[in-house]
Protein backbone atom coordinates (compact mmCIF):
# COMPACT_ATOMS: atom_id res chain seq x y z
CA UNK A 1 0.00 0.00 0.00
CA UNK A 2 0.85 3.47 -0.77
CA UNK A 3 3.15 4.73 1.91
CA UNK A 4 1.20 8.74 1.38
CA UNK A 5 -2.27 9.18 2.31
CA UNK A 6 -2.16 12.75 -0.08
CA UNK A 7 -0.40 13.46 -2.51
CA UNK A 8 -0.97 17.06 -3.98
CA UNK A 9 0.94 17.46 -7.42
CA UNK A 10 1.77 20.90 -8.90
CA UNK A 11 -0.98 22.54 -7.34
CA UNK A 12 -1.42 26.20 -9.40
CA UNK A 13 -3.57 29.01 -8.03
CA UNK A 14 -3.98 32.34 -9.06
CA UNK A 15 -5.86 35.27 -7.53
CA UNK A 16 -6.83 38.31 -10.47
CA UNK A 17 -3.03 38.26 -11.26
CA UNK A 18 -1.46 36.82 -8.13
CA UNK A 19 0.20 33.64 -7.98
CA UNK A 20 -0.81 32.03 -4.82
CA UNK A 21 0.61 28.75 -5.30
CA UNK A 22 3.22 28.12 -8.18
CA UNK A 23 2.62 24.57 -8.71
CA UNK A 24 3.16 22.94 -5.43
CA UNK A 25 3.89 19.77 -4.72
CA UNK A 26 3.28 18.24 -0.97
CA UNK A 27 2.89 14.71 0.54
CA UNK A 28 1.15 13.61 3.71
CA UNK A 29 2.44 10.18 5.19
CA UNK A 30 -0.57 7.95 6.72
CA UNK A 31 -0.43 9.13 10.71
CA UNK A 32 2.23 11.71 10.56
CA UNK A 33 1.81 15.19 11.86
CA UNK A 34 3.11 17.43 8.92
CA UNK A 35 4.29 20.98 9.97
CA UNK A 36 3.33 23.67 7.26
CA UNK A 37 5.38 27.29 7.93
CA UNK A 38 6.62 30.02 6.27
CA UNK A 39 6.17 33.95 5.84
CA UNK A 40 2.49 35.60 6.19
CA UNK A 41 0.71 35.31 2.81
CA UNK A 42 3.22 32.40 1.72
CA UNK A 43 0.62 30.08 0.19
CA UNK A 44 -0.38 27.89 3.55
CA UNK A 45 -4.13 28.42 4.12
CA UNK A 46 -4.48 28.70 -0.12
CA UNK A 47 -3.51 25.20 -0.28
CA UNK A 48 -5.72 23.74 2.71
CA UNK A 49 -8.49 25.76 1.12
CA UNK A 50 -7.38 23.84 -1.74
CA UNK A 51 -7.45 20.26 -0.21
CA UNK A 52 -10.96 20.54 1.72
CA UNK A 53 -12.57 22.28 -1.95
CA UNK A 54 -12.92 25.77 -0.37
CA UNK A 55 -11.04 27.05 -3.83
CA UNK A 56 -10.64 25.19 -7.23
CA UNK A 57 -6.65 25.15 -8.16
CA UNK A 58 -6.16 26.37 -11.68
CA UNK A 59 -4.68 23.24 -12.77
CA UNK A 60 -2.83 20.22 -10.54
CA UNK A 61 -4.04 17.05 -9.22
CA UNK A 62 -4.67 15.68 -5.47
CA UNK A 63 -4.42 11.96 -4.77
CA UNK A 64 -6.28 10.65 -1.89
CA UNK A 65 -5.82 7.14 -0.53
CA UNK A 66 -4.21 6.49 -4.02
CA UNK A 67 -6.93 7.59 -6.40
CA UNK A 68 -7.15 10.97 -7.95
CA UNK A 69 -9.64 13.01 -6.11
CA UNK A 70 -12.11 15.41 -7.47
CA UNK A 71 -13.67 18.48 -4.70
CA UNK A 72 -16.15 20.67 -6.04
CA UNK A 73 -17.24 21.47 -3.08
CA UNK A 74 -16.27 21.48 1.18
CA UNK A 75 -18.92 19.19 1.98
CA UNK A 76 -16.90 16.40 -0.32
CA UNK A 77 -14.14 16.62 1.20
CA UNK A 78 -16.09 16.01 4.23
CA UNK A 79 -17.17 13.08 3.59
CA UNK A 80 -13.69 11.50 2.32
CA UNK A 81 -12.64 12.14 5.97
CA UNK A 82 -10.33 15.31 5.58
CA UNK A 83 -11.35 17.97 7.72
CA UNK A 84 -10.27 21.18 7.92
CA UNK A 85 -10.14 23.86 11.15
CA UNK A 86 -9.83 27.50 9.29
CA UNK A 87 -7.66 30.21 10.64
CA UNK A 88 -10.59 32.48 10.63
CA UNK A 89 -13.54 30.15 11.88
CA UNK A 90 -16.48 29.04 10.28
CA UNK A 91 -19.09 28.99 13.14
CA UNK A 92 -22.81 30.26 12.91
CA UNK A 93 -22.61 32.44 15.45
CA UNK A 94 -26.44 32.61 16.16
CA UNK A 95 -26.12 28.79 16.96
CA UNK A 96 -25.46 27.59 20.59
CA UNK A 97 -22.10 25.84 21.29
CA UNK A 98 -23.25 22.28 21.35
CA UNK A 99 -25.16 22.87 17.29
CA UNK A 100 -22.01 24.12 16.13
CA UNK A 101 -19.95 21.34 17.27
CA UNK A 102 -22.32 18.62 15.85
CA UNK A 103 -23.56 21.19 12.79
CA UNK A 104 -23.17 18.20 10.46
CA UNK A 105 -24.56 15.53 12.34
CA UNK A 106 -27.85 17.60 12.92
CA UNK A 107 -28.10 18.62 9.25
CA UNK A 108 -28.18 14.95 8.23
CA UNK A 109 -30.89 13.88 10.82
CA UNK A 110 -34.61 14.12 9.82
CA UNK A 111 -35.86 12.34 13.07
CA UNK A 112 -36.26 14.12 16.51
CA UNK A 113 -33.10 15.33 18.11
CA UNK A 114 -32.19 14.30 21.43
CA UNK A 115 -30.82 17.72 22.75
CA UNK A 116 -29.95 16.22 26.37
CA UNK A 117 -27.36 13.76 24.82
CA UNK A 118 -26.55 16.42 22.34
CA UNK A 119 -25.35 18.70 24.96
CA UNK A 120 -24.00 16.08 27.38
CA UNK A 121 -21.35 15.03 24.08
CA UNK A 122 -20.77 18.45 23.59
CA UNK A 123 -19.69 18.68 27.36
CA UNK A 124 -17.84 16.18 27.13
CA UNK A 125 -15.89 16.76 24.36
CA UNK A 126 -15.03 20.38 26.19
CA UNK A 127 -13.82 19.02 28.84
CA UNK A 128 -11.75 16.41 27.08
CA UNK A 129 -9.49 19.82 26.01
CA UNK A 130 -9.72 20.96 29.36
CA UNK A 131 -12.95 23.44 28.58
CA UNK A 132 -15.22 22.40 31.07
CA UNK A 133 -16.86 26.10 32.23
CA UNK A 134 -18.41 26.25 28.51
CA UNK A 135 -21.68 26.31 28.18
CA UNK A 136 -23.00 23.65 25.70
CA UNK A 137 -26.03 26.08 25.37
CA UNK A 138 -24.39 29.08 25.37
CA UNK A 139 -24.50 31.14 21.94
CA UNK A 140 -21.19 30.89 20.27
CA UNK A 141 -21.98 35.04 19.49
CA UNK A 142 -21.66 35.66 23.23
CA UNK A 143 -17.95 33.46 23.56
CA UNK A 144 -14.48 34.66 23.30
CA UNK A 145 -12.32 34.60 20.37
CA UNK A 146 -10.62 32.14 22.14
CA UNK A 147 -13.23 30.25 23.07
CA UNK A 148 -14.87 30.00 19.44
CA UNK A 149 -11.19 28.59 18.50
CA UNK A 150 -12.67 25.94 21.30
CA UNK A 151 -15.24 25.30 19.65
CA UNK A 152 -13.89 25.08 16.10
CA UNK A 153 -11.80 22.63 17.00
CA UNK A 154 -13.92 20.20 18.98
CA UNK A 155 -16.25 20.53 15.85
CA UNK A 156 -13.31 19.18 14.24
CA UNK A 157 -12.63 16.22 16.89
CA UNK A 158 -16.00 15.43 17.00
CA UNK A 159 -15.78 14.20 12.99
CA UNK A 160 -13.74 10.95 11.93
CA UNK A 161 -11.47 12.04 10.07
CA UNK A 162 -8.49 10.24 8.34
CA UNK A 163 -6.70 13.73 7.75
CA UNK A 164 -7.19 16.46 9.75
CA UNK A 165 -5.43 20.21 9.32
CA UNK A 166 -5.46 22.65 12.02
CA UNK A 167 -4.33 26.31 10.33
CA UNK A 168 -2.90 28.24 13.56
CA UNK A 169 -5.18 26.43 16.10
CA UNK A 170 -3.31 27.91 19.27
CA UNK A 171 -3.18 31.47 18.01
CA UNK A 172 -5.34 32.38 21.18
CA UNK A 173 -4.38 29.86 23.42
CA UNK A 174 -2.05 30.36 26.09
CA UNK A 175 0.63 27.46 26.99
CA UNK A 176 -1.13 25.86 29.45
CA UNK A 177 -4.48 25.46 26.92
CA UNK A 178 -2.26 24.17 24.00
CA UNK A 179 -0.61 21.57 25.73
CA UNK A 180 -3.92 19.75 26.31
CA UNK A 181 -4.40 20.34 22.64
CA UNK A 182 -1.27 18.73 21.97
CA UNK A 183 -2.17 15.84 23.88
CA UNK A 184 -5.13 15.01 21.69
CA UNK A 185 -3.14 15.77 18.76
CA UNK A 186 -0.71 13.29 20.01
CA UNK A 187 -3.73 10.86 20.94
CA UNK A 188 -5.16 11.50 17.11
CA UNK A 189 -1.80 10.33 15.66
CA UNK A 190 -1.76 7.05 17.84
CA UNK A 191 -5.24 6.08 15.91
CA UNK A 192 -3.86 6.53 12.85
CA UNK A 193 -5.27 9.91 11.49
CA UNK A 194 -3.05 12.15 9.28
CA UNK A 195 -2.13 15.51 10.68
CA UNK A 196 -1.08 19.11 9.01
CA UNK A 197 -0.59 21.19 11.37
CA UNK A 198 0.44 25.04 10.37
CA UNK A 199 1.55 27.50 13.27
CA UNK A 200 3.76 30.34 13.24
CA UNK A 201 4.79 29.30 17.06
CA UNK A 202 7.93 27.38 15.97
CA UNK A 203 8.38 25.77 19.50
CA UNK A 204 5.53 23.84 19.09
CA UNK A 205 6.18 22.70 15.54
CA UNK A 206 9.16 21.13 17.53
CA UNK A 207 7.50 19.67 20.03
CA UNK A 208 4.65 18.24 17.42
CA UNK A 209 5.90 17.57 13.93
CA UNK A 210 7.16 14.33 12.81
CA UNK A 211 7.93 16.60 9.50
CA UNK A 212 8.40 19.79 8.23
CA UNK A 213 7.33 21.68 4.84
CA UNK A 214 8.59 25.37 4.43
CA UNK A 215 6.89 27.50 2.03
CA UNK A 216 7.88 30.29 0.62
CA UNK A 217 6.31 32.53 -1.96
CA UNK A 218 4.35 29.72 -3.37
CA UNK A 219 6.22 27.32 -3.38
CA UNK A 220 6.86 24.16 -0.94
CA UNK A 221 10.96 25.07 -0.90
CA UNK A 222 12.06 22.16 1.70
CA UNK A 223 10.56 19.04 2.79
CA UNK A 224 12.39 17.42 5.73
CA UNK A 225 12.33 15.22 9.11
CA UNK A 226 12.21 17.38 12.31
CA UNK A 227 15.62 15.37 13.69
CA UNK A 228 17.45 16.68 10.41
CA UNK A 229 16.55 20.85 11.20
CA UNK A 230 17.08 23.03 13.49
CA UNK A 231 14.76 25.93 14.82
CA UNK A 232 17.78 28.98 12.91
CA UNK A 233 17.75 26.87 9.87
CA UNK A 234 13.88 26.43 9.64
CA UNK A 235 13.94 30.46 10.21
CA UNK A 236 16.42 31.24 7.77
CA UNK A 237 14.46 28.88 5.16
CA UNK A 238 11.52 31.05 5.68
CA UNK A 239 12.51 34.56 6.19
CA UNK A 240 15.92 33.95 4.23
CA UNK A 241 17.98 36.04 7.11
CA UNK A 242 19.03 34.95 10.65
CA UNK A 243 17.00 36.56 13.36
CA UNK A 244 19.62 36.61 15.97
CA UNK A 245 17.39 38.69 18.39
CA UNK A 246 14.00 38.14 18.80
CA UNK A 247 13.72 41.47 21.04
CA UNK A 248 14.66 44.79 21.05
CA UNK A 249 17.09 46.33 23.66
CA UNK A 250 15.38 47.89 26.15
CA UNK A 251 16.25 52.15 26.00
CA UNK A 252 12.47 53.99 27.24
CA UNK A 253 12.50 56.09 29.84
CA UNK A 254 9.55 55.34 32.24
CA UNK A 255 7.78 59.07 33.08
CA UNK A 256 4.90 60.21 34.74
CA UNK A 257 1.57 58.31 34.93
CA UNK A 258 -0.60 58.59 31.78
CA UNK A 259 -3.66 56.18 32.65
CA UNK A 260 -4.87 55.40 35.50
CA UNK A 261 -7.49 52.94 36.12
CA UNK A 262 -9.35 53.16 39.92
CA UNK A 263 -12.01 50.42 41.72
CA UNK A 264 -12.93 49.97 37.73
CA UNK A 265 -15.33 46.64 37.52
CA UNK A 266 -17.54 45.10 34.60
CA UNK A 267 -19.94 43.56 36.73
CA UNK A 268 -21.51 43.74 40.40
CA UNK A 269 -20.02 40.76 41.52
CA UNK A 270 -16.27 41.42 40.39
CA UNK A 271 -13.45 42.60 42.37
CA UNK A 272 -12.88 46.35 41.19
CA UNK A 273 -9.34 46.58 39.74
CA UNK A 274 -6.92 49.16 40.09
CA UNK A 275 -3.68 49.64 37.73
CA UNK A 276 -1.90 52.26 36.17
CA UNK A 277 0.66 52.63 33.44
CA UNK A 278 2.98 55.42 32.55
CA UNK A 279 4.69 57.36 29.79
CA UNK A 280 7.49 54.87 28.45
CA UNK A 281 6.59 51.89 29.89
CA UNK A 282 5.35 48.47 28.10
CA UNK A 283 2.92 47.24 31.51
CA UNK A 284 2.24 43.21 30.35
CA UNK A 285 -1.21 41.45 30.72
CA UNK A 286 -1.05 37.96 30.98
CA UNK A 287 -3.71 35.14 32.50
CA UNK A 288 -5.07 32.33 30.89
CA UNK A 289 -8.25 32.33 28.25
CA UNK A 290 -10.98 33.41 29.61
CA UNK A 291 -9.45 34.94 32.77
CA UNK A 292 -11.04 39.08 31.46
CA UNK A 293 -7.80 40.70 30.35
CA UNK A 294 -9.71 41.66 27.19
CA UNK A 295 -13.07 42.16 28.89
CA UNK A 296 -11.26 44.77 31.37
CA UNK A 297 -9.78 45.98 28.07
CA UNK A 298 -12.48 47.03 26.07
CA UNK A 299 -14.70 48.32 29.09
CA UNK A 300 -11.78 50.74 29.91
CA UNK A 301 -11.85 51.96 26.32
CA UNK A 302 -15.44 52.32 26.34
CA UNK A 303 -16.22 49.03 23.89
CA UNK A 304 -18.25 47.57 26.18
CA UNK A 305 -20.30 48.78 28.66
CA UNK A 306 -18.81 48.86 32.80
CA UNK A 307 -20.31 48.29 36.39
CA UNK A 308 -18.36 51.33 38.55
CA UNK A 309 -14.86 52.77 38.71
CA UNK A 310 -13.14 56.14 37.17
CA UNK A 311 -10.24 55.83 34.08
CA UNK A 312 -8.20 59.24 34.39
CA UNK A 313 -6.22 60.03 31.31
CA UNK A 314 -3.23 62.62 32.49
CA UNK A 315 -4.55 63.13 35.64
CA UNK A 316 -8.04 64.28 34.82
CA UNK A 317 -10.91 61.81 34.81
CA UNK A 318 -11.99 60.65 31.87
CA UNK A 319 -16.29 61.33 31.63
CA UNK A 320 -17.58 59.74 28.29
CA UNK A 321 -16.41 56.53 28.08
CA UNK A 322 -16.97 55.11 24.58
CA UNK A 323 -14.40 54.16 21.27
CA UNK A 324 -14.35 57.35 19.93
CA UNK A 325 -14.32 59.94 23.42
CA UNK A 326 -10.97 57.33 24.27
CA UNK A 327 -9.68 57.87 21.14
CA UNK A 328 -9.99 61.68 21.33
CA UNK A 329 -8.28 61.74 24.93
CA UNK A 330 -5.62 59.38 23.20
CA UNK A 331 -6.26 56.10 23.65
CA UNK A 332 -6.19 53.15 21.07
CA UNK A 333 -6.68 50.11 21.27
CA UNK A 334 -6.10 47.29 18.75
CA UNK A 335 -8.62 44.43 19.23
CA UNK A 336 -8.09 40.99 19.48
CA UNK A 337 -10.46 40.07 17.07
CA UNK A 338 -9.70 41.28 13.92
CA UNK A 339 -12.31 39.99 11.81
CA UNK A 340 -15.20 41.53 13.88
CA UNK A 341 -13.90 44.39 15.80
CA UNK A 342 -10.33 45.32 13.98
CA UNK A 343 -11.17 45.49 10.78
CA UNK A 344 -13.90 46.60 7.89
CA UNK A 345 -12.96 43.31 5.11
CA UNK A 346 -15.15 44.88 2.52
CA UNK A 347 -13.28 48.17 2.67
CA UNK A 348 -9.45 49.01 0.67
CA UNK A 349 -6.46 48.22 2.61
CA UNK A 350 -6.14 52.45 2.02
CA UNK A 351 -9.26 52.65 4.41
CA UNK A 352 -8.53 50.78 6.86
CA UNK A 353 -5.46 52.07 7.46
CA UNK A 354 -5.53 55.34 8.01
CA UNK A 355 -9.25 55.44 9.22
CA UNK A 356 -8.88 56.26 12.47
CA UNK A 357 -5.77 58.84 11.74
CA UNK A 358 -7.87 60.53 8.62
CA UNK A 359 -7.48 64.02 10.34
CA UNK A 360 -3.82 63.60 9.93
CA UNK A 361 -4.39 63.97 5.96
CA UNK A 362 -7.00 66.58 5.86
CA UNK A 363 -6.84 70.61 5.33
CA UNK A 364 -10.06 72.23 5.04
CA UNK A 365 -12.23 69.65 4.97
CA UNK A 366 -10.14 67.97 1.66
CA UNK A 367 -7.81 64.90 2.09
CA UNK A 368 -4.73 65.16 0.97
CA UNK A 369 -4.87 61.10 -1.08
CA UNK A 370 -0.94 61.50 -1.99
CA UNK A 371 0.04 61.97 1.29
CA UNK A 372 -2.35 59.27 2.76
CA UNK A 373 -1.24 56.82 0.11
CA UNK A 374 2.53 57.77 1.06
CA UNK A 375 2.16 57.23 5.06
CA UNK A 376 0.43 53.96 4.65
CA UNK A 377 2.50 52.32 2.06
CA UNK A 378 5.13 52.76 4.55
CA UNK A 379 4.12 51.77 7.88
CA UNK A 380 2.74 48.44 5.91
CA UNK A 381 6.24 48.25 4.45
CA UNK A 382 7.83 48.58 7.97
CA UNK A 383 5.97 44.90 8.97
CA UNK A 384 7.09 43.53 5.23
CA UNK A 385 3.30 43.44 4.63
CA UNK A 386 2.63 41.73 1.38
CA UNK A 387 -0.26 42.99 -0.65
CA UNK A 388 -0.86 44.27 -4.30
CA UNK A 389 -2.41 47.72 -4.05
CA UNK A 390 -3.48 49.81 -1.19
CA UNK A 391 -6.79 49.78 -3.32
CA UNK A 392 -7.44 45.73 -2.68
CA UNK A 393 -10.15 45.10 -0.18
CA UNK A 394 -8.43 44.06 3.21
CA UNK A 395 -10.55 40.37 2.76
CA UNK A 396 -7.97 39.48 0.21
CA UNK A 397 -4.94 39.68 2.50
CA UNK A 398 -3.44 36.95 4.41
CA UNK A 399 -4.43 36.01 8.07
CA UNK A 400 -1.28 37.38 8.88
CA UNK A 401 -1.41 40.24 6.95
CA UNK A 402 -4.63 41.43 8.11
CA UNK A 403 -3.02 41.68 11.35
CA UNK A 404 -0.54 44.01 10.26
CA UNK A 405 -2.60 46.09 8.43
CA UNK A 406 -4.73 46.22 11.78
CA UNK A 407 -1.85 47.27 13.65
CA UNK A 408 -0.40 49.89 11.21
CA UNK A 409 -3.60 52.04 12.27
CA UNK A 410 -2.78 52.65 15.44
CA UNK A 411 1.10 53.20 14.87
CA UNK A 412 -0.19 56.16 12.22
CA UNK A 413 -2.36 57.74 15.22
CA UNK A 414 -1.04 59.87 17.32
CA UNK A 415 -2.06 58.58 20.90
CA UNK A 416 -0.60 58.47 24.39
CA UNK A 417 -1.70 55.27 25.81
CA UNK A 418 -2.08 51.83 23.28
CA UNK A 419 -3.47 48.99 24.09
CA UNK A 420 -2.45 46.11 21.81
CA UNK A 421 -4.48 42.68 22.57
CA UNK A 422 -2.22 40.01 20.72
CA UNK A 423 -0.81 42.21 18.55
CA UNK A 424 1.46 39.20 16.96
CA UNK A 425 -0.98 36.39 16.37
CA UNK A 426 -0.62 34.69 13.50
CA UNK A 427 1.89 36.55 12.21
CA UNK A 428 5.02 35.35 10.98
CA UNK A 429 8.83 35.58 12.69
CA UNK A 430 10.39 38.31 10.35
CA UNK A 431 7.12 40.69 11.20
CA UNK A 432 7.40 39.94 14.86
CA UNK A 433 10.87 40.95 15.26
CA UNK A 434 9.61 43.78 13.53
CA UNK A 435 6.91 44.60 15.65
CA UNK A 436 8.65 44.02 18.57
CA UNK A 437 10.92 47.05 17.58
CA UNK A 438 8.40 49.29 16.68
CA UNK A 439 6.82 48.73 20.23
CA UNK A 440 9.70 49.47 21.92
CA UNK A 441 10.16 52.90 19.70
CA UNK A 442 6.57 54.06 20.48
CA UNK A 443 8.01 53.46 24.37
CA UNK A 444 11.08 55.31 23.64
CA UNK A 445 9.03 57.93 21.76
CA UNK A 446 6.78 58.09 25.48
CA UNK A 447 3.71 56.14 24.80
CA UNK A 448 2.32 54.29 27.51
CA UNK A 449 1.92 51.06 26.12
CA UNK A 450 -0.44 48.02 27.81
CA UNK A 451 0.51 44.68 25.89
CA UNK A 452 -1.94 41.78 26.19
CA UNK A 453 -0.04 38.49 25.04
CA UNK A 454 -0.58 34.57 25.05
CA UNK A 455 2.98 34.60 24.44
CA UNK A 456 4.94 33.84 27.41
CA UNK A 457 8.48 34.82 25.61
CA UNK A 458 6.46 37.91 24.41
CA UNK A 459 5.63 39.53 27.83
CA UNK A 460 9.08 38.14 29.10
CA UNK A 461 10.96 39.74 26.50
CA UNK A 462 8.87 43.11 25.76
CA UNK A 463 7.44 43.99 29.31
CA UNK A 464 9.04 46.44 32.25
CA UNK A 465 5.75 45.06 34.61
CA UNK A 466 3.38 42.23 34.11
CA UNK A 467 -0.33 42.11 35.80
CA UNK A 468 -1.32 38.58 35.73
CA UNK A 469 -5.03 38.06 35.57
CA UNK A 470 -7.03 35.21 36.79
CA UNK A 471 -11.48 34.80 36.99
CA UNK A 472 -11.81 38.39 36.01
CA UNK A 473 -9.10 39.52 38.66
CA UNK A 474 -5.35 41.09 38.84
CA UNK A 475 -4.00 37.80 40.59
CA UNK A 476 -0.18 39.64 41.09
CA UNK A 477 2.41 41.41 39.84
CA UNK A 478 5.90 40.79 38.66
CA UNK A 479 8.42 43.85 38.33
CA UNK A 480 11.79 41.93 37.94
CA UNK A 481 13.02 38.59 37.07
CA UNK A 482 9.75 37.76 35.32
CA UNK A 483 9.88 34.40 34.59
CA UNK A 484 7.14 31.99 32.65
CA UNK A 485 7.21 30.01 36.12
CA UNK A 486 5.96 32.92 38.13
CA UNK A 487 3.47 33.82 35.50
CA UNK A 488 1.88 30.60 35.39
CA UNK A 489 1.65 30.14 39.48
CA UNK A 490 -0.29 33.29 39.58
CA UNK A 491 -2.40 32.24 36.65
CA UNK A 492 -3.10 29.17 37.76
CA UNK A 493 -3.44 30.55 40.87
CA UNK A 494 -1.20 27.95 42.31
N1 LIG B 1 -9.60 35.25 -1.69
C1 LIG B 1 -8.44 35.80 -2.08
N2 LIG B 1 -8.41 36.80 -3.00
C2 LIG B 1 -7.24 37.34 -3.40
N3 LIG B 1 -6.05 36.98 -2.96
C3 LIG B 1 -5.99 35.99 -2.05
C4 LIG B 1 -7.18 35.36 -1.56
N4 LIG B 1 -6.82 34.42 -0.65
C5 LIG B 1 -5.48 34.46 -0.58
N5 LIG B 1 -4.97 35.40 -1.41
C6 LIG B 1 -3.56 35.72 -1.62
O1 LIG B 1 -2.82 34.52 -1.75
C7 LIG B 1 -1.56 34.60 -1.09
C8 LIG B 1 -1.40 33.46 -0.12
O2 LIG B 1 -2.28 33.63 0.98
P1 LIG B 1 -2.46 32.57 2.14
O3 LIG B 1 -3.65 33.01 2.91
O4 LIG B 1 -2.48 31.21 1.58
O5 LIG B 1 -1.13 32.79 3.00
P2 LIG B 1 -0.65 32.07 4.35
O6 LIG B 1 0.61 31.36 4.03
O7 LIG B 1 -1.76 31.27 4.90
O8 LIG B 1 -0.30 33.32 5.27
P3 LIG B 1 -0.57 33.60 6.85
O9 LIG B 1 0.57 33.02 7.58
O10 LIG B 1 -0.56 35.09 6.95
O11 LIG B 1 -1.89 33.02 7.21
C9 LIG B 1 -1.52 35.98 -0.44
O12 LIG B 1 -0.79 36.85 -1.27
C10 LIG B 1 -2.97 36.40 -0.39
O13 LIG B 1 -3.11 37.80 -0.44
MG1 LIG C 1 -2.92 31.45 6.64
Same mark, same amino acid.
Given at each position: MNNYILEMKGIYKTFGGIV @?? /??VDFFLRRGEIHALVGENGAGKSTLMKVLSGAYKQDSGEIIFEGEKLSIRNPSDSLKKGISVIYQEFMLA??? &?VAENIFIDKLAEKRSIINWKKVNTSAKELLSSLGFSDINPEEKVANLSVAYQQVVEICKCLSRNSKILVF??? *? @??? *?VAESEKLFSIIDQLKNNNVSIIYISHRLEEIFRLADRISVFKDGVNISTTE? /? /? !??IDELVLLMVGREISQMFPEHNHQIGEEVLKVNNFSISKNQKPINFSVKRGEILGFSGLVGSGRTEIMRAIFGADSFNDGEVYINGKKHKYISPRESIKQGIGMLPEDRKQQGLLLEQSIQINTSLPVIDKFTKFFVIDKKLEKKEVVSTLAKFNTKYRDTDNNVSTLSGGNQQKVSLSKWILSDCECLILDEPTRGVDVGAKTEIYKIIEDLAQSGLAIILISSEMAEIIGMCDRVLVMREGQIAGELT &?? !?SEEKIIKLAMGV
Open positions: @AL /NHPDL &SDEP *T @AVL *TK /N /N !IS &SE !I
